[in-house]
């Protein structure tokens, strides 16, 4: 190798590690709000803040917060390859804020209706779920959804999704969302981004 080479080399490295510097020390990492490690993954709670969390203090949390709502919940099975980051709860308000054309408004509405004086398909409690395999959705058109739900209880819900949840070696750097205050549905879609596609 030449000297000139060498020389440059030298200079990359140099740039790169002192970049490197620059990024940690501007770019805080995120510490995880229970445990203190350090973390990729956000918690969004019913009022949409931030709180960031390690894997299993965010599974946890989620967990917390969807069997302590009172509120009935739709659900499409989490499909982390298509959409890694998040796992979302969109209330019907809010799909109409997102421009959300009104027959799927209006489809989640049904599905959530749908859920009244069912029982859990595995346990037998009363149903407060609508779970729907990924395979069942077109995304982003839930009017195009003909396939039935899986009726659960919160409690056989957050077991299914746990495995999901758990497996993923993906950070959830936009966050596992907690229920709002109203019935909605979940779902790994970044649902505002198909706002313009009609």
Avoid at 13 to 40: D, M, N, Q, Y
Avoid at 66 to 82: C, G, N
């Amino acid at each position: 190798m030449d000297f000139e080479a060498l020389t440059i080399s030298i200079y990359v490295l140099a740039g790169g590690t002192v970049l490197f510097s620059l990024v940690r020390f501007f770019i805080k990492p995120k510490i995880c709000a229970v445990c203190g490690i350090e973390t990729e993954d956000e918690y969004r709670d019913k009022d949409d803040k931030c709180v960031p969390l390690c894997k299993n203090h965010l599974i946890e949390r989620w967990k917390e917060g969807v069997v302590s709502s009172p509120y009935t919940m739709a659900a499409i099975e989490p499909d982390f390859v298509k959409y890694p980051h998040a796992y979302l709860y969109a209330t019907v308000a809010r799909l109409k804020e997102w421009n959300y054309k009104k027959e799927d408004q209006d489809a989640v509405s049904a599905i959530l209706d749908s859920v009244e004086g069912k029982m859990c398909n595995i346990c037998g409690s009363r149903a407060t779920v609508a779970y729907f395999n990924k395979e069942d959705f077109i995304s982003p058109f839930f009017a195009k959804i003909s396939a039935q739900p899986t009726f659960l209880c919160k409690g056989c819900f957050v077991k299914r999704v746990e495995q999901f949840l758990s497996d993923s070696s993906l950070d959830f750097g936009e966050g596992l969302y907690a229920p709002t205050n109203d019935k909605g549905v979940f779902h790994v879609q970044e649902f505002h981004a198909y706002s313009k596609i009609w």
